[in-house]
């Protein structure tokens, strides 16, 4: 991990120095206390329910997977719900903090450029009209995607066709912050009226199949379809950790940045291009899931100040923190008290608006 | 050390803003660039620090032309303080840790870290180290703009405007900051200055700007009643203050009254006048 400032001994440490050391140690701690907390908060969500294993058990099959039942449950069932939650959280949080620092908007996330209703209108173009979906069983109503690689692929295709547009409007205007956010909102309401009109010219089958494709689901995904957010996912943080300090600089404005060095607008346009690549990916093989983009970077920024050192990895483990939260509630919450499974998307909204105002609320940590 | 031949910019299909600006310094100066408002100093400053690419001209530092330079390299000859900055939730130190960013390649070393101790604790910012920069006040606030500046190590340190917005105290404690830094390490330093009075304490050299060109450059004697009558037109007296040129306006509301009425009616004068009808002039009114 990235953290500077920790370790390293010279005889004449200054007191400041030393204490902006213990200070950095500090946030260091916040990171690898959120990692514990995550790799903890993951086994036990592989014990929760009827499975009847103990956490010795569980760890055993984790790490010497059989083919056995219990095994197959460990890994084929839960394991990759919560690599898919942990994996598109980070993705999407990661996302949202390096939107909000390049684009200076504490509003941006990895939606405002409307990518999110592109790709949903991508999907249910592809249900509609290239043979998408079907409803499975009479009495629970699962809509099912027929063709998901189908649904996939268009919904991958329109997310990226509106970040296209956004470069043509950004390489058309003087690509300022307001003017990307402000198209990115009129993208956002233009894919979003194409959506209710398919969804209004729908029939009953194909309008389940795209509601259900819309609300985000954790357990659709396959290991072959999470490798590939991960090797997605790999270079593109790498380069977000790469450009932590081009962010730190952007912090203090445009003209700052640029006497330290920072090609500003060519950061700001890759960074975007990388954001929308990472957000189309987990929205088309996950569906839409809101809000981990906004409330996660904000949890960490009240923590950790904006410092993008400790904001880009602390953001990605509370984005996956929460994330796994919203599925445990969900799945293991929604069949107590719903007696069905609530798709994760409806979870994150529902405790990510409370969850935000109570930090609003509350206002700036003191240290 | 700096120099700055026939420099000349416009935006893009507007008219021609600087309009062909020279000047020569040497190292370990101060130079305050003065003119009214409008007149090209900021758009000059960022034509220097290369954020602006002037439209013809060069700008050549240490024998090396900036128009050459990319990035680091750059920023390692020129440092850069604009006008405004936005306030973010970043600690002092961090902000000014910023400024070794054309030294880091991939994370800060022990001696950046020392280097931005010492700047700290050579404004006496010690204390604030940790405070982040929504809890500080004005004052402090542009000491950190200054002091990342300062970490930056430049040949050149570029100030628009850094006593904006400050107090009488803090204009001077920042002049003398500014001027410490610049001795010790023989930087040149390029500032605009709104306030005459207060650059004459701490520049070397004084350019006029007027109209996107230079109107004078020189020391404290190029400062006359006429060239400031050329450049902001306004009637001044220059009054010599123990060897420092003091310049006063021939016009105020007091001075104006002062030659009309007795000296014990002027508070009752001053306190009744209403700007708009008894004396606009006064008041700074339309010309």
Known sequence: ?367 | MIDVKDLRFAYSRGPEILRGVSFHSEENRVISILGPNGTGKTTFLKCICGIHRPTSGEVTVDGVGISKLRGRDLARKIGYVPQTTPVSRMSVFDAVLVGRKPYIDWSATQSDLDKVSEVLEALGMGDLALKYLDEISGGEFQKVQIARAIVQEPSVLILDEPTNNLDIANQHRTMHMIIDAVRSRGMCTIMTMHDINLAVHYSDLFLFFKDGKVAAYGGLEVITEELIKEVYKIDVEIIDHRGVPMIVPKNSARYHLESHHHPHDIHDHLHGLDPLTDDPFAYGGLP
Not at chain 1, 108 to 132: E, K, V
Not at chain 1, 237 to 258: I, S, T
Request: glycine share 10%; aromatic share 10%.
């Open chain 1, 1 to 367: 991990m990235m953290i500077e400032g920790a370790g390293g001994t010279t005889d004449d440490r200054s007191v400041v120095k030393e204490g902006y050391l213990k200070y950095t140690r500090r946030k260091t701690l916040f990171i690898l206390g959120c990692l514990v907390t995550l790799v903890l908060l993951s086994i036990y969500t592989i014990g929760l329910g009827d499975t009847g294993l103990s956490y010795g058990e569980i760890i055993h099959y984790l790490l010497f997977p059989d083919g056995t039942w219990p095994s197959t449950l460990v890994w084929q069932v839960r394991m990759k719900a919560i690599l898919a939650a942990v994996l598109s959280g980070a993705a999407l949080a990661v996302a949202g903090a390096v939107m909000q620092s390049i684009l200076r908007n504490p509003l941006a996330s990895p939606f405002t450029l409307g990518l999110s209703n592109a790709a949903a209108f991508g999907a249910s173009f592809a249900i509609l009209f290239m043979n998408g979906g079907y409803i499975f069983g009479s009495t629970s109503a699962v809509a099912m995607v027929s063709s998901p690689m189908a649904v996939t692929v268009m919904a991958f295709l329109f997310a990226m066709l509106a970040t296209g547009i956004m470069l043509l409007l950004i390489k058309a205007t003087e690509c300022t912050p307001e003017t990307i956010v402000l198209a990115g909102t009129a993208l956002s309401s233009i894919f979003s009226a194409a959506l209710a009109f398919l969804q209004y010219v729908a029939e009953d089958t194909a309008l389940s199949a795209i509601v259900y494709w819309q609300f985000g689901s954790l357990s659709k995904v396959s290991y072959d379809e999470l490798t590939l957010i991960f090797l997605v996912m790999l270079p593109i943080v790498a380069y977000f950790l790469y450009k932590r300090w081009d962010l730190n600089a952007m912090e203090a404005g445009e003209d700052v940045a640029r006497g330290l060095g920072v090609n500003v607008r060519r950061t700001r346009i890759v960074s975007l291009v990388l954001c929308a690549v990472l957000t189309a990916v987990v929205v088309s093989f996950l569906g839409v899931i809101g809000f981990i983009g906004l409330v996660g970077p904000h949890m960490v920024k009240r923590i950790v100040g904006n410092d993008s050192r400790f904001v880009l990895p602390g953001s990605m483990l509370v984005g996956a923190l929460v994330l796994l939260l919203s599925y445990i509630v969900g799945t293991f919450g929604g069949s107590a008290v719903f007696h069905t499974v609530l798709p994760v998307g409806i979870v994150t909204s529902a405790i990510g608006g409370p969850l935000f105002i109570w930090i609003l609320v509350r206002g700036y940590r003191k240290r």
